[in-house]
């Protein structure tokens, strides 16, 4: 199973970008599908994640700027960024939990795409 994140890119302050994960493979399900970031210097943390179900959770940073939604049929999930500031500067990191069609269950990541907001 793969994740290929698409959609970072350099924007200024205020503005807005959409990110798009989209996860391939020999796929039975995927129960949670989410975003996390990891700026220089610091740890990679969690920005958003859709549980299957349909709930959410967001970093306190992003509330109310980020939202998360997905299409379970083409087992994608977005990330549309509003209202962007310097400190999201960062790299973005889909991830997903799956149980493979051999019913393996493992959490795998993207490769990463890069976010830079310029003040």
């Known amino acids: 199973v793969q994740l290929v994140e698409s959609g970072g890119g350099l924007v200024q302050a205020g503005g807005s970008l959409r990110l798009s994960c989209v996860a391939s493979?020999?796929?039975?399900?995927?129960?949670?599908m989410g975003w996390y970031r990891q700026a220089p210097g610091k740890q990679r943390e969690l920005v958003a994640i859709?549980?299957?179900?349909?709930?959410?959770n967001y970093a306190d940073s992003v509330k109310g700027r980020f939202t998360i939604s997905g299409d379970s049929a083409k087992n994608t999930v977005y990330l549309q960024m509003s209202l962007l500031k310097p400190e999201d500067t960062a790299i973005y990191y889909c991830?997903?939990?799956?149980?493979?069609?051999?019913?393996?269950?493992?959490?795998?990541w993207g490769q990463g795409t890069q976010v830079t907001v310029s003040s």
């Open positions: 991830n997903a939990q799956v149980e493979a069609t051999s019913r393996a269950k493992y959490t795998t």
């Open positions: 493979g020999s796929i039975f399900s995927i129960s949670n």
């Open positions: 859709m549980i299957s179900g349909g709930s959410t």
